[in-house]
């Protein structure tokens, strides 16, 4: 351990590593001197501990293609929530509760990740009202967007249940007016009278702010039954959109996930 606190000032006076980075590489040395032991240690254990701290190391210096703190980019003067992404063409017009309907894996999550810039696009464009997402600034898009899935309710929050932790999320976040909100399966946890009355606080929002777009990964039917639309996505892929009505009498994709009961 001696040896590690001494190579490790070495590296700093010859501006090798970081002082963080120094106390990190204590730390884990430290740290795999006390679990593993050195005396008797197998050669290929050694050699696991240390492909172990490199992956460590590599993935703690990796630089994030995004920037959460920058305060950089533009920010639209009048945002009306129009979302466009490339080859599949999304256009969210005003007034709109839109569903996103699929099997396990085909996308909807993705959507909302990339809308909340979680993730950037590798080809093409995401555009909200005709301008490219990544121009925009990223703390002025998230304070457009609402986001409603897993949030944290606080530490007491682990006394709820997880139909009343979903009431809460749902709460606070229609406090905060987002210009759209993300619901991704947000009453799933819910049962029929907890959802019913999270429905009509979704329908009592969306008349105090006729202009708000809701963009929901459904779960349950009753939840986007009376969206103004419903996309049905497969592989990143819109194969089916419209009202539910008209998506059941097409007896489609759609018609054959409402009939087996697989929305999500």
Aim: aromatic share 8%.
């Amino acid at each position: 351990m001696a040896f590690v606190y001494w190579y490790a000032l070495v590296l700093v006076e010859n501006n090798e590593i970081t002082s963080n980075r120094v106390i990190m590489v204590c730390s884990f040395a430290v740290f795999s001197i006390q679990a593993l032991g050195l005396i008797g240690m197998k050669s290929w254990r050694i050699g696991a501990s240390i492909s172990a701290a490199e992956t460590f190391f590599n993935l703690f210096d990796r630089k994030s293609s995004i920037d959460n703190t920058s305060n950089e980019g533009q920010e639209l003067v009048s945002f009306h929530g129009e979302i466009k992404f490339d080859q599949i063409s999304i256009e969210y017009q005003t007034n709109q509760r839109v569903a996103l309907v699929g099997a396990s894996g085909r996308g909807k999550s993705t959507i909302i990740q990339l809308l909340e810039r979680f993730y950037d696009v590798t080809s093409g464009q995401l555009l909200l009202d005709g301008v490219d997402i990544r121009q925009l600034n990223i703390q002025w898009v998230r304070s457009h967007f609402g986001l409603t899935f897993e949030t944290k309710v606080g530490l007491k929050g682990s006394f709820l249940s997880g139909g009343k932790k979903q009431r809460i999320a749902i709460a606070r976040v229609l406090l905060r007016q987002p210009k759209v909100l993300l619901l991704d399966e947000a009453t799933s946890a819910m049962d029929s009278h907890n959802e019913q009355i999270v429905e009509e606080a979704l329908e009592q929002a969306q008349t105090e702010d006729p202009s708000r777009i809701s963009l929901i990964m459904a779960h349950h039917l009753s939840t986007i039954r009376s969206c103004d639309l419903i996309c049905v996505l497969d592989r990143g892929h819109i194969v089916e959109s419209d009202t539910h009505t008209e998506l059941t009498q097409r007896h489609g994709v759609y018609y054959k996930m409402v009939a087996q009961n697989t929305l999500q």
